[in-house]
């Protein structure tokens, strides 16, 4: 019965011109693999981070207390934005801290990286290693 749903299905769509069919309950992969087939799309996958986070801040241990008091703070600021899903918000801070000094660069680079491809869940661990 269900077999006799499918191919009615299809061959309606067909009739009204649709180049392809998909049944319901939809199933992600069927559609995103047609989807990519019909759009010739290849997906990219989002690839982890490394382990060292942020270059030249990797350990906080190696920035001067001044630099992790600061980016503590700052930390708390960037992480309030994004636990609210203020994106633009976070590229205003992201500019400020970026006419700061030197020493904010690597994070500010990576925050920014970041925040471009709407990585919500790096950004999120980025700056909660900042503010232990």
């Known amino acids: 019965m269900v077999e006799l749903l499918i191919s009615l299905g299809f061959a309606v769509s067909e009739a009204v011109g649709c180049d392809d069919f998909v049944a319901t309950p939809i199933q992600i992969e069927t559609l995103l693999h047609k989807l990519a087939a019909h759009l010739k799309l290849t997906w990219v996958y989002d690839q982890p981070l490394p382990p060292e986070g942020v270059k030249g801040l990797s350990d906080k241990t190696d920035a001067p207390n001044s630099l992790v008091g600061l980016l503590s703070e700052e930390a708390a600021t960037l992480y309030e934005l994004v636990l609210r899903g203020d994106i633009k918000g976070l590229g ?36 909660e290693s900042y503010m232990k």
């Open 92 to 127: 205003q801070q992201i500019t400020r801290l970026e006419q700061l000094d030197d020493p904010y660069q690597p994070f500010v680079d990576k925050l920014r990286q970041l925040a471009k491809q709407y990585r919500i869940k790096q950004i999120q661990t980025l700056l």
